[in-house]
């Protein structure tokens, strides 16, 4: 049995990390993540994750993870940006007000399919211009869902949360843990 995590994040690795699971291999799972038309914020993240774990090579008796993160301001998803201007364009539209954030887990095992979704609340203050030119400048927006990560320079813009802090990282911790520990994964250092 292998445990492979099926993510390039670092975040994600980092996070498996504080609770001790070590990949035996990572494989990040190349598939399409453009929400169908009129797709809901929750549904497609669940959806994101189930497709990235369906598309990770494994043996029957491997345990997978995927997990996908998605900013919704009302029934609109906010994606990896494509660029500054739209990264810049997000936090226009998330300043002064609160969003959602949803991370959903799958992991498999052979043809068993273990997921939750966890879903965060999260107020971002006022941004004045300075503010969105400074965070922009930092890069730390690139290859974030909503054009930010909470754990990085943007926990300076983010006054409150309701949630799970490890969900909007990237990967809800007590989530992941049941669901690996449902999927057999060795906590105790045993192998199943």
């Known amino acids: 049995m292998q445990f492979i995590l099926g993510s390039g994040s670092p975040r994600r690795l980092e996070l498996l990390a504080q609770i001790g699971v070590t990949p035996d291999a990572i494989r990040a799972p190349d598939i399409d993540e453009t929400p169908h038309k009129a797709e809901l914020p929750r549904p497609y993240c669940a959806r994101m994750a189930r497709e990235k774990v369906a598309a990770v090579p494994a043996d029957a008796d491997d345990i997978v993870l995927c997990a996908d993160t998605t900013v919704a301001l009302g029934r609109r998803i906010l994606g990896k940006p494509e ?10 539209l998330m300043s002064g007000r609160r969003h959602k ?11 068993k399919l273990w997921q939750r979704d966890v879903q965060s609340s999260v107020r971002m203050k006022s941004l004045s211009e300075p503010e969105i030119r400074r965070y922009l400048a930092t890069g730390d927006w690139r290859g974030k869902a909503g054009g ?44 199943p």
């Open 83 to 92: 660029d500054e201007a739209e990264a810049e364009a997000f936090l226009r």
């Open 101 to 111: 954030v949803v991370t959903a887990v799958a992991v498999k095992r052979g043809d």
């Open 148 to 191: 930010y990560g909470i754990q990085g320079p943007a926990g300076a813009l983010i006054p409150w949360i309701s949630g799970s802090f490890t969900a909007i990282v990237g990967l809800p911790l007590a989530e992941a843990a049941n669901l690996l520990q449902a999927a057999g994964y060795p906590f105790d250092g045993r192998t």
